[in-house]
């Protein structure tokens, strides 16, 4: 199945409503609408991927479907539920339809499902498993908040299906009233409102039916934002003044019935008691976003990975703070007033998740203050609370999502409110609302954000969040055209990651202010490759520095399917603080430096480079094909052809690549010169072959490639007289402790998916496959999702090697022949079996370490205890070859 959207779901399902298809396409609509291709689906209707003997369609695992007649609708879905033949071909989802009604079932979840036809773009969500996309159930979270999340997922739905909402302003709407739904569910379990107040009103003053409880709700609604009622009936009068702004705004109530009455009054039942507003926003955001219902709680930083960010940044600080003046009445207090005056901003804000831990860790260091003063003083002084919410600021681009942080603030006020109230007996009016956090709905990449957080130079402002990333190549048209505003000065920024607008203008914002920091938690691409040379001079030239840093860890959340992102956290800062602080996955390490690629003693940057050392060979690309695959041959073609045409085997050489090297694969291609050409092509299959090149060449829209045409029986490089040569793949597992590196015998070719050394020596071989290379590999190269990705540029023109003489060459040469001998004892072993970190032959494994200490030895006589000290060695030595190179 291929990944398709929810709106192109939608798109597809609406083809059901405006053309009546008959009762036996439905089910090859449905298949369409989630992602099977027209292709797979004309195998379906041949009966290939069809089972065989039976009258509809029954994809194993995917879709059991009959088309019926309006009559046996019901009779028919009950008999395909025990329908062993169907139950041994486990469908996902069971289904029948007239074609203008549907009746489905769900055997795993025991789910059933009933609609019009016409209807179904509306509410779609039981057959998502058609695409491959199971409902969550894998949270560990507080389970208060799964179920209410599902049940508001349930209500939604029911109100789609039968109001037809299609434009922004209706979507809009429909977000403002579910979540004023959300606050009156909690307010009537929390004491905001009287208990059962708001679903007890609805059980007893609308119909059964739902057919006016619309109607009550707009009047329930309208009246929350009235601070005087005249002429109001009790049955709506009795709901008090909430203010805030959360009912200020007029809006259309949806269409409700029966079902959606049940549905509402059923979410009551649960215990909003239980909610917790940090999460619990993110998770109503995938209630209103259908496609990422794949796993509700997928969609937040998770409580432990934001505390990894305000810690170090402010909370670490001020409990420090507190420890140090826990004896002293006057330094509590001065503590007091220090955080009535902080502000906090996330101009990536989403449903508020820093804000709300940030706002609720506050509260809590607050009320051990307070404690502690009544302890060292001895009188029952009555408290107050210190934080607002207007100490909180936010920039958010989605409307719901800016909706539900405010909401989600106000939860946790009030929530923070009952723990004040509880610790110290200080009765606190729950209503009416004061006003929520400043967030603001709106682009940050082209908002200003000083009018946003005002602040002056004094001021003590901690700028956090979880801003998007996007690589270049993720980017829509809107997101590129924000690179281009905000970098417009800055050249090649066109590759930099979306999060780098927010690292570049965080750094303008918090520039000479002794008191403002920021910090996000970012890929680590930030931190390697290319990006590191473009956009931390910028940063650093605002006289910033990286002041801590968590180093690349797994994003971990409780998704049901963990994103395999591999996440950092960088923290700046202006250049006040002496000691920086390094956070490793076992260890923290003080610095009075870290550099942007998250180490420690160094700030180099280092920089592409076009050219190799003085006296080392140019490493380069292998052999790009541009063929559209016609000079390249399988093993089989290879051997037909050969067995057919003995005499032009000379023409076929070994084509390798990263992949081919490394797993063993085997492939081939035509290697002809122009002397050999003439009687090429006297060969018909050779002659065919090349012509097909010239066709695909000319139809290029690159001169260079049009102009390849004219030697069609050629890759883009040639080399008439080929040598032994070292082959480094561009990208490689991580799951290796070294990239593997070989040696290539004069009849094999290296594609353009690896590079290669031409009579390269074997002492530079031995460079290439040592832990020294691995360290600066791993830190200055990119990465390719989680794997090492080379680059000739960064990772080989830049590496810092050491002087040599003749004697410590021959040592590394022996090594690395040993190194090579050893592989060779394991012949029937690919490569990526041999360097797999588990697998690993130890015989291997120990010639690795005898060269990496002959080349470590090369460097210094003390021996390296670790790839960190490895680092700073080569980052000083670096940064003194950059020197002499000036």
């Not at 409307?399 to 405010?406: K, S």
């Not at 979306?498 to 910090?519: R, T, V």
């Not at 399917?561 to 390490?589: E, F, H, P, W």
């Not at 040592?811 to 797999?836: G, N, Q």
Request: aromatic residues 10%.
């Amino acid at each position: 199945m291929a990944t398709i959207s929810y709106k192109e779901i939608e798109q597809k399902l609406k083809e059901l409503k405006e053309y009546k298809y008959p009762a036996s396409e439905i089910g090859y609509k449905l298949l369409s609408a989630f992602g099977m291709t027209n292709t797979s689906i004309e195998r379906v209707r041949s009966g290939k991927m069809n089972l065989a003997q039976f009258d509809g369609i029954l994809v194993k695992k995917l879709l059991a479907y009959r088309g019926v007649s309006t009559e046996q609708l019901t009779t028919v879905i009950e008999e395909m539920k025990i329908d062993q033949k169907i139950l041994k071909s486990t469908p996902r989802i069971i289904a029948v339809s007239d074609g203008d009604i549907i009746l489905a079932f769900d055997p795993r979840e025991k789910e059933s499902y009933e609609n019009k036809v016409s209807k179904l773009w509306l509410d779609f969500q039981l057959f998502y498993p058609l695409a491959g996309v199971e409902k969550y159930r894998g949270i560990t979270e507080n389970p208060a908040d799964v179920k209410a999340a599902e049940k508001m997922a349930k209500l939604y739905d029911e109100i789609r299906c039968f109001n037809e909402i299609t434009s922004e302003s209706d979507v809009r709407e429909l977000n403002i009233f579910m979540t004023r739904l959300l606050f009156c569910f909690f307010a009537e379990d929390t004491d905001i409102f009287e208990k059962n107040l708001f679903t007890g009103s609805i059980a007893r003053f609308t119909k059964n039916d739902g057919s006016d409880l619309s109607e009550y709700l707009d009047a329930c609604f309208n009246v929350m934002d009235q601070e005087i009622r005249i002429g109001i009936s009790s049955t709506v009068a009795q709901f008090p003044y909430v203010n805030g702004g959360l009912f200020r705004t007029h809006i259309s109530i949806p269409r409700l019935g029966m079902k959606a009455r049940r549905i509402i009054l059923e979410c009551g039942e649960l215990s909003w008691t239980d909610i917790n507003p940090d999460i619990f926003g993110s998770m109503i955001q995938a209630v209103v976003s259908p496609e990422m219902r794949s796993g509700l709680g997928v969609h937040y930083t998770s409580v432990p990975n934001i505390m990894k960010l305000i810690g170090p940044l402010f909370l670490n600080d001020l409990y420090e703070a507190f420890e140090q003046g826990k004896d002293s009445e006057k330094k509590l207090n001065a503590l007091l007033v220090r955080i009535s005056k902080m502000k906090f901003f996330d101009p990536a804000c989403g449903s508020g998740n820093f804000l709300i831990i940030s706002y609720k860790e506050i509260r809590k260091l607050e009320i051990q203050i307070w404690k502690r003063i009544r302890e060292i003083t001895g009188q029952a002084r009555i408290p107050y609370i210190n934080i607002h919410l207007n100490q909180f600021y936010g920039i958010e681009l989605d409307d719901f999502c800016h909706e539900t942080a405010i909401l989600s603030l106000w939860l946790a006020e009030h929530q923070m409110n009952k723990l004040f109230s509880n610790e110290f007996q200080v009765n606190i009016q729950a209503l009416p609302l004061k006003p929520s956090g400043n967030i603001v709905c709106a682009n940050a990449c082209r908002i200003d954000w000083e009018d946003v957080c005002p602040h002056n130079k004094e001021e003590e402002i901690y700028i956090m969040g979880n801003p998007p990333y996007l690589g270049s190549k993720l980017q829509d048209k809107v997101q590129k055209k924000d690179i281009v505003l905000v970098f417009k000065k800055i050249k090649n920024s066109k590759v930099l990651d979306y999060i780098s607008i927010w690292l570049y203008l965080g750094a303008k914002y918090i520039q000479g202010n002794l008191y403002s920091k920021y910090a996000f938690v970012s890929t680590n691409s930030i931190c390697q490759g290319e990006q590191v040379g473009i956009i931390w001079p910028e940063i650093f030239n605002f006289n910033l520095c990286i002041n801590f840093a968590h180093t690349s860890f797994k994003w971990a959340n409780n998704a049901k399917n963990q994103a395999g992102v591999i996440c950092v956290i960088v923290g700046v800062s202006n250049k006040t603080l002496i000691n920086k602080k390094l956070y490793t996955l076992d260890k923290v390490v003080t610095s009075p430096i870290i550099s942007p690629y998250l180490t420690i003693g160094n700030e180099a940057i280092v920089k592409k480079e076009s050219k190799p050392p003085i006296g080392f060979p140019k490493m380069c690309f292998g052999c790009m094909p541009y063929d559209n695959g016609n000079l390249i041959l399988s093993q089989t073609e290879k051997d037909e052809f050969i067995n057919d045409y003995p005499e032009y085997s000379s023409l076929i050489k070994r084509l390798v690549g990263s992949q081919e090297f490394i797993r063993g694969e085997e492939r081939y291609c035509l290697w002809i010169s122009d002397n050999e050409l003439p009687s090429a092509l006297k060969n018909p299959i050779i002659a065919k072959r090349i012509e097909n090149t010239r066709n695909f060449r000319l139809k290029s829209s690159d001169k260079a490639g049009v102009d390849l045409a004219l030697r069609a029986h050629q890759f883009r490089e040639f080399f008439e007289n080929l040598v032994i040569k070292i082959i480094i793949p561009r990208v490689s597992s991580e799951r290796r402790e070294y990239i593997p590196v070989g040696l290539l015998d004069t009849n094999t070719i290296v594609s353009d998916s690896a590079f290669a050394i031409y009579d390269g020596q074997m002492w530079i071989f031995g460079f290439l496959t040592s832990k020294m290379h691995m360290a600066w590999i791993k830190t200055v190269g990119g990465r390719l999702k989680t794997d090492y990705r080379y680059s000739a540029q960064l990772c080989y023109n830049t590496f810092p090697f050491p002087k040599l003489n003749k004697f410590q060459k021959e040592k590394i040469e022996a090594a690395a022949e040993e190194i090579l001998c050893v592989r060779a004892e394991y012949s029937e072993k690919t490569l990526a079996e041999l360097y797999d970190i588990d697998e690993m032959p130890l015989k291997l494994r120990e010639a690795h370490q005898n060269l990496d200490k002959i080349i470590d030895d090369c460097y210094r006589n003390e021996p390296f205890t670790s790839d960190e000290e490895r680092l700073e060695h080569l980052f000083n030595l670096y940064e003194e070859l950059s020197k002499n190179k000036v």
